[in-house]
Nanobody, 115 residues
Framework: QVQLVESGGGLVQPGGSLRLSCAGS????????MAWYRQAPGKQRELVAT???????NYADSVKDRFTISRDNAKNMVYLQMNNLKPEDTAVYYC?????????WGQGTQVTVSS
C-alpha cells in the first residue's frame, strides 16, 4: 500500500522560511515523479513544483526563485524549501507522486504565513 506522509508545516511570519518533507513508502518501484501542490481556502488546488527521477524540476511562476524542490530517491523523500514566504503562500500543501502510472496524494500539511 503506497503512502505519502508530509511534515514540516506551521505558522511563520512573512519573509520567513519553512521546509516541508514528504516520505513515500509502499512502492518497490520508487516514484517517477514527486511534486508539491497547494490549496488555499476557496481556491482550486494548484501545482507548486515538480521533480522527476532525472532531477528535472519545474516551478509555478508565483514561487520561482523562492521555493526549491529536492528529493532523495534512495529514501523516496521529496522536500520543499520555502523562503521569503508571503501571506498568499498560506495553504494546505500536498505531496503528490506517481508510481507505475498511478498517482498518489498525501494528507496535506497546513502552512500559514501571518504576522
Amino acid at each position: 500500500q503506497v503512502q505519502l506522509v508530509e511534515s514540516g508545516g506551521g505558522l511563520v511570519q512573512p519573509g520567513g522560511s519553512l521546509r516541508l518533507s514528504c516520505a513515500g513508502s509502499g512502492s518497490s518501484f520508487g516514484f517517477n515523479v514527486m511534486a508539491w501542490y497547494r490549496q488555499a481556502p476557496g481556491k482550486q488546488r494548484e501545482l507548486v513544483a515538480t521533480s522527476t527521477t532525472g532531477s528535472t524540476t519545474n516551478y509555478a511562476d508565483s514561487v520561482k526563485d523562492r521555493f526549491t524542490i529536492s528529493r532523495d530517491n534512495a529514501k523516496n523523500m521529496v522536500y520543499l524549501q520555502m523562503n521569503n514566504l508571503k501571506p498568499e503562500d498560506t495553504a494546505v500543501y500536498y505531496c503528490y507522486a506517481i508510481s507505475r502510472l498511478r498517482a498518489y496524494w498525501g494528507q496535506g500539511t497546513q502552512v500559514t504565513v501571518s504576522s
